[in-house]
């Protein structure tokens, strides 16, 4: 059974800083990558990784304080958050494909996604 289980949200002071892991099992993955949805919003890009790490990609809004990582020993992917905002608080997904990816940006690219986990800044 293919899962993807992230952990590693909660509240957090602005400013602060939060690392998201997301352990897959089940089978190996390529591209993997975090988007978030806020109350009212709609799900959006956060930041992405190539199976070899050697590509990422963010999202304008969190370049500079977020980064991406991944342990493919562990088969797990991180995100670390630095310098949190209150614009910042969703719910925050780990999705990840087996295919190649043409479009990082588009949740339509990634083909399993975990239940979320909450992350919240207040100010």
């Known amino acids: 059974q293919v899962q993807l289980v992230e952990s590693g949200g909660g509240l957090v002071q602005a400013g602060g800083s939060l690392t998201l892991s997301c352990a897959a099992s089940?089978?190996?993955?390529?591209?993997m990558g975090w988007f978030r949805q806020a109350p009212g919003k709609e799900r959006e890009f956060v930041a992405a990784?190539?199976?070899?790490?050697?590509?990422?990609v963010y999202a304008d809004s969190v370049k500079g304080r977020f980064t991406i990582s991944r342990d493919n020993a562990k088969n797990t992917v991180y995100l670390q958050m630095n310098s949190l905002k209150p614009e910042d608080t969703a719910v925050y997904y780990c999705?990840?494909?087996?295919?190649?990816?043409?479009?990082?940006?588009?949740?339509?690219?990634?083909?399993?996604w975990g239940q979320g986990t909450q992350v919240t800044v207040s100010s």
């Open positions: 999705a990840a494909t087996t295919r190649y990816i043409r479009n990082w940006f588009s949740s339509r690219e990634y083909d399993y």
């Open positions: 089940g089978r190996t993955f390529g591209s």
């Open positions: 990784i190539s199976w070899t790490g050697g590509t990422t």
